[in-house]
């Protein structure tokens, strides 16, 4: 298993010292004990975390500041947070490190004229999406947690979500971003503005860094006019083959909003959470909903209606009703929730170029079969990104290891498919030893370049990503 965050050597930090941070930041938005810190140890993928010494809650970007400031003068790892829901460790606190948690920031102000939004990072996705819809206007990335994350962990990890088919993911809506570098200083990147070529990339390269970078303290983000109501389309399958091939003839020809995928399993966990009636004989279903405007959305529907039967769907059903397709999409987003009363999970998220994912799933078929492990796979289909999920009895250790050899083999064969050890989630802790095979050590050694000149002293989120 990858290092835990606990596993980072532990700091001792003075009460002397303690009483300066309280001082720095204003003692009533620092939580020192024990049991009230416990919210802020883990996020979903439960990664061994550690204890911190402090969690500060910080209301302002001057107190990150100040607290970044205190961290590097005494040599204290910092760990950013969200709103934990990440799934894979990136938020797992340090033994004795700072935590700083940006969920009291949670402004949003929507400015139409430049059709921007401007978040602070605590605020949840779904505060940003319906900001925007109250002016008419629409923020694509729909993570699945989208109920749950924040955007500030968003643009960390630079999420992805079920309609990044059609509208693209986190990086593509951010326009500018304010960060606390590790000495404390606060830069401000971009703004509202859709073009700016002047100086590199910087804004880009803060997106997706995993709080390793520094502490994104306000976001701008891009908006766009709100997308017609989408018509829906549900086909079952015999085999996970035929709908995964499906899912390349239709990305060859059409441009949904969304394809999502479902293997038998998968149904099978949920039907028996839901109980809502899915078909338990099915090899694979896919969820496809297609968004064109006008009557160029029944004919793309029906377009794909006729590709699904083509490829032998048992069963095809498609509504132009979008609270009617919106409960089809309840049984794919219930997947995690039922998923985890089975046991412990590791969680992947492996990417490949969408006419490799038939292969992807076969071999993931037959990694399951080789290490004896449960690997239901979920997958947001045509952007060729899947999840499977291993479930393990956590009390058996022979188990965990079959389970965590084949969490090992299933990025190596995304790496040999041209793919990613990490299509969303990010490489966090949980995925650490894996992103030498797939950079190569030229770009495995600029990363770290880039990482001390911006962290000199490594005390940005230590143990994750790299
Ligand atoms: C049921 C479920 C479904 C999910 N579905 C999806 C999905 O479809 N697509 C997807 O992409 N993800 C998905 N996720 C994963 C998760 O929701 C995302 O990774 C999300 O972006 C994390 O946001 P957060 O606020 O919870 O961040 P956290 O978990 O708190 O942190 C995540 C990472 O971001 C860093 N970070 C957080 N805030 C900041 C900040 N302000 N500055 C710098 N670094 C920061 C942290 O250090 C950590 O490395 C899902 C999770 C769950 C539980």
């Known amino acids: 298993m990858p290092p835990a965050a606990a596993s980072v050597a532990r700091v001792s930090v003075t009460d002397a010292q303690i009483a300066e941070l309280l001082e720095a930041v204003g003692a009533e938005d620092v939580v020192l004990a024990e049991p009230a810190m416990e919210a802020y140890r883990f996020d979903w993928a439960r990664t061994p975390a550690g204890m911190p010494r402090a969690v500060v809650r910080a209301r302002r970007a001057e107190q990150v500041q100040a607290a970044v400031r205190w961290a590097a003068r005494h040599g204290i790892p910092v760990v950013p947070r969200g709103a934990g829901s990440g799934l894979a460790g990136g938020s797992a606190a340090i033994d004795g490190g700072l935590t700083i948690s940006l969920d009291r920031m949670t402004e949003v102000r929507i400015d139409a004229a430049t059709r921007t939004a401007i978040a602070e990072p605590g605020a ?5 999406k319906k900001a925007a819809a109250a002016h008419g206007l629409s923020y694509p990335p729909d993570p699945s947690s989208f109920e749950i994350c924040s955007i500030g962990g968003n643009v960390a990890t630079n999420a992805g979500g079920l309609c990044c088919v059609k509208y693209g993911v986190t990086s593509d809506y951010v326009l500018g971003l304010d960060v606390v570098l590790a000495d404390g200083r606060l830069i401000t990147l971009g703004g509202q503005r859709v073009k700016d070529v002047a100086g590199l990339s910087l804004t880009k390269l803060f997106v997706g860094s995993e709080g390793t970078l520094g502490i994104v303290t306000r976001v701008v983000l891009r908006l766009v006019p709100a997308p017609p109501p989408p018509a829906t389309l549900v086909a079952l399958f015999p085999t996970v083959r035929a709908a995964a091939e499906t899912v390349v003839t239709i990305g060859g020809e059409l441009r949904p909003s969304l394809v999502e995928f ?21 090899g694979a279903m896919l969820v496809i909903q297609c968004d064109a405007p006008g009557p160029a959305r029944g004919a793309e529907i029906a377009r794909v209606e006729a590709l699904c039967e083509a490829a032998g769907a048992t069963e095809v059903y498609a509504t132009d009703d979008s609270e009617e397709g919106e409960a089809f999409l309840v049984a794919r987003r219930s997947f995690f929730p ?3 009363r089975l046991g412990a999970l590791l969680i992947e998220d492996v990417g490949v170029p969408v006419p490799r994912l038939p292969e992807l799933l076969d071999g993931v078929a037959d990694i399951a079969r080789r290490h004896d492990t449960d690997i239901p796979v979920v997958a947001h289909a045509g952007d060729g990104n899947t999840h499977p999920n291993l479930i393990y009895d956590p009390k058996d250790p022979a188990a965990r290891e079959r389970a965590e050899a084949a969490f090992a083999d299933i990025m190596a064969l995304a790496i040999s498919l041209g793919g990613t050890i990490t299509g969303e989630h990010g490489v966090g802790r949980t995925k650490r030893a894996a992103l030498p095979d797939q950079l190569g050590s030229d770009v495995m050694s600029l990363n770290v370049a880039i990482k001390h000149a911006l962290d ?8 994750a990503a790299f």
């Open 262 to 282: 479902m293997d038998g399993r998968a149904i099978n966990i949920t039907e028996d959470f839901l109980g809502m009636g899915l078909d338990r004989e099915a």
């Open 338 to 340: 039922a998923t985890e």
């Open 124 to 128: 949840l996705n779904v505060d940003v």
């Open 456 to 463: 000199p002293q490594g005390l940005l989120n230590p143990g």
